[in-house]
């Protein structure tokens, strides 16, 4: 998605929508393209003033929600309210209480960093005088201001994608949609991302974040929903997450790397399920109960396997996407090359 969205904050005299408890309500959405089912009955609430995160791997229908969710694209069936509004029959409405944007900057590269923002802001209905400081609010806040001046032809891709949060914000927005917002971005520029992210919620806003990487949800989300291949496979919090994939994990490390394959191959072979290579070249085995633990040492003994070190943690965020998706999610470095 490349499309920054303009979206005008309430005018002055208008009646606002009825104060909800959920800011965003969506059930049954549905969307097919052509034979491919995008989304397949998705239901998801994002509470008010509150970050969701909706995690998924490439193609899982994150970016095809967030585009029916902002009224670009029209749901196969279902419905959905978004600040009161709802997304088929007040389209218009809706338009004004939201912000957007997508997986890539889409600024003008031949304006200036103030002037992509004062254009913005003048499309939304803010007078001049409000637009210039506005624009002039946002450049300080996302590091910008030296920049202000210069086209942003000029400008880095991290500060492009500055410039386009900015741009989303301009409005004032009761709901901002992020699609994968820090795609690419390296760790300095992802953090001043965060932390303006954290400051609108302060402020009020509620947050709806699409992205692969876990320690941005970490970061960021009060709430998660996962999706993959069109349907919401798991909710809840990240603790809740992680004791919904199990309570902690075994870490083996191999006395001899190269064995790794064979002690999980081995495990499997005795009925023991669920061990995989971690990032760190350890065994990790979600463990449910000590019996299980004193199984897994048992098969790794029996079989002949020397270990240098063993540990029990927690599941991290990462493994609990891995088990409810069998796919592993991306980190920021892993994008950014």
Known sequence: MTTQTAIAPQRAGQPHPVDRVNAVEARGIVKQFGTTKALDGVDLTVRQGTVLGVLGPNGAGKTTLIRILSTLVRPDA????VGGYDVLRQPKQL????????QYASVDELLSGTENLYLIGRLLDLSAKQA????????????????A??????????MRRRLDLAASMIGHPKVLYLDEPTTGLDPRTRNEVWAEVQRMVVEGATVLLTTQYMEEAEQLASDLTVIDRGRVIANGTVTGLKAQVGGRTLRITPDRPAELPEMVRALTECGITGGHADPDGRLAVPIT???????????LGTRGFTVAAIDTEVPSLDEVFLALTGRQAATAEESAR
């Open 78 to 81: 279902g419905t959905a309210v």
């Open 95 to 102: 338009r004004r209480t939201i912000g957007l944007t997508g």
């Open 289 to 299: 109960d000590e019996e299980l633990l004193t199984a897994v040492i048992g098969v």
């Open 132 to 147: 210039k400081a506005r624009a002039a609010e946002l450049l300080e806040r996302f590091s910008l201001t030296e920049a």
């Open 149 to 158: 001046g210069r086209p942003a032809k000029t400008y880095s891709g991290g």
